[in-house]
């Protein structure tokens, strides 16, 4: 029997989603993995899993070997930091080791790998969806009842179905080692600097870990909103890493786009589903991992539900994602990505650095990080109140202290 299902990509999505399939159910042989790389992978990743993420790939498949630990994340700005403790540990992995394990999970449970297989045009027909598949030996043409774009950031699947997309953001990452930096390695670091020299993104410094080893940290920038040339961004990662006591340990800075969800976001056509970073991702820190990996999972229990009806169509796929824990969240951070790398940044960095309820719910160790949404009626009563005592905070411009290791505190913190 020919597969009914092609799912396009064997990054954390597409696997997910074939992990979740099978445990609804489905057997191996009604579907198959296709991606263009040979795996394992590379891929420019901070590594990063927040604790939601591990929870989900510990019961999709079991807890990777290699990699990383560490207890908390530290945001930090000019106008202060504060810690983020979630009720469980993150993980940092190397991308390569992490995705290789989650297909050798699929492939272990009789799914079928297409690889170094190039998905060059996607077709929707009424009753199938053809697909072009470039391989070294030739193209060839084959139709499916279902097609699920897994494919990432620049997914032929959404070019092809001319689906709205949310905006793409531009990222620069490469590893550095350390001279004289204080970072530790149990810590993921976010840093807004970036704010004060007008790059609507953040700063990251995790730890690179390759076979459970340390073996160097991944310094880069995200621009949220795509609007600054990657030159720019290049030599803004250079000049922080230095600054902060890191010298780059590779040849050069590479870079990549990120595809950020938000409200209109479209991931659905008759026969045609996109999933994780194709239908979008975290628009305020860029995670992508966990969020295309829960969407994943509902995307999957969808797709069972109209194989059961005998469908191609999934009726409010977008609407019921957003009804979920995850599609919640990405909706909180999409308000808050709007408010942080919108018309009034510093406004709104003051606003989330100055509020106390927030930084105890963030620091308090009850929840996890991407579950906050449930607390926001009381984070906006907070801080009506803080307005109502304090005013409105000042959306003055930030300076950031250059040519020093440690961050400073900024007189203009305090609220106009
Ligand atoms: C610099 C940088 C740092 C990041 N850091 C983090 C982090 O620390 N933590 C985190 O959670 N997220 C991070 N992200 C985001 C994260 O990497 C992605 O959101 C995540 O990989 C999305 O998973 P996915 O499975 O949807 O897509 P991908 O992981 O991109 O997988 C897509 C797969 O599709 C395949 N493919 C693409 N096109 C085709 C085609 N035409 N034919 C066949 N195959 C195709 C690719 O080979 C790939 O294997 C970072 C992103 C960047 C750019």
Redesign the pocket.
């Known amino acids: 029997m020919s597969p009914r299902i092609a799912i396009?990509?064997?990054?954390?999505?597409?696997?997910?989603f074939a992990l979740r399939l099978l445990n609804l159910g489905v057997s191996p042989s009604d579907f198959v993995l296709?991606?263009?790389?040979k795996?394992p992978?590379p891929?420019?990743?901070?590594?990063?899993?927040?604790f939601r993420?591990t929870e989900l790939i510990t019961e999709l498949a079991g807890r990777p070997p290699g990699g990383g630990v560490t207890v908390g994340l530290e945001f930090r700005s000019v106008v202060g930091n504060f810690d983020v403790r979630e009720k469980g540990p993150q993980w940092?992995y190397d991308?390569g080791e992490l995705?290789a394990f989650l297909l050798d999970a699929c492939l272990a449970r009789g799914v079928t790998l297409r690889d170094e297989?190039?998905?060059?045009e996607v077709e929707a027909g009424h009753e199938s969806t053809k697909l072009a598949?470039k391989t070294s030996t030739g193209t060839t043409y084959e139709s499916f009842a279902w097609v699920i774009g897994?494919?990432?950031?620049?997914?032929?699947a959404r070019r092809a179905s001319g689906l709205r997309g949310g905006i793409v953001g531009r990222?620069?990452?490469a590893v550095f080692e350390k001279d004289g930096g204080q970072e530790r390695e149990d810590t993921?670091y976010f840093d807004f600097d970036p704010i004060c020299d007008r790059i609507p993104g953040y700063a990251?410094v995790?730890p690179y870990y390759v076979s459970g080893q340390v073996v160097g940290w991944?310094i880069?920038v995200?621009d949220g909103r795509g609007v600054v040339p990657g030159d720019k961004l290049r030599s803004w990662t250079l000049d922080y890493a230095k600054e902060r006591g890191y010298r780059l340990a590779e040849e050069k800075i590479?870079?990549?786009?990120?595809r950020y969800w938000d409200w209109r976001t479209q991931g659905h056509k008759p026969g045609l589903l996109l999933?994780?970073?194709?239908?979008g991702?975290?628009p305020l820190?860029?995670?992508?991992?966990?969020?295309?990996?829960f969407n994943?999972v509902y995307a999957a229990d969808r797709l069972k539900q109209s194989l059961d009806e005998g469908t191609r169509t999934i009726r409010r796929y977008e609407l019921d994602f957003m009804r979920t824990e995850e599609g919640m969240n990405l909706w909180f951070q999409s308000g808050l990505a709007d408010r942080i790398y919108g018309r009034h940044p510093e406004r709104w960095l003051r606003v989330l650095f100055s509020m106390k309820h927030l930084r105890n719910l963030a620091g308090g160790g009850d929840d996890a990080y991407g579950r906050l949404v449930r607390h926001l009626p009381v984070l906006v009563a907070k801080y009506g109140m803080q307005v109502l005592r304090e005013g409105i905070p000042s959306a003055a411009p930030m300076v950031r202290k250059r040519a020093s290791i440690g961050v400073q505190q900024d007189a203009s913190a305090a609220p106009e």
Do not use: Y
């Open positions: 396009l990509g064997a990054g954390p999505a597409g696997t997910a296709i991606d263009k790389a795996f992978r891929k420019l990743c901070g590594g990063g899993v927040t993420g940092v991308r995705d297989t190039t998905i060059t598949m897994a494919d990432g950031a620049n997914s032929i990222l620069v990452e993921l990251w995790f991944k880069g995200m590479a870079g990549w786009p990120e999933i994780g970073e194709a239908f991702i975290d820190l860029g995670e992508g991992i966990a969020p295309a990996m994943a």
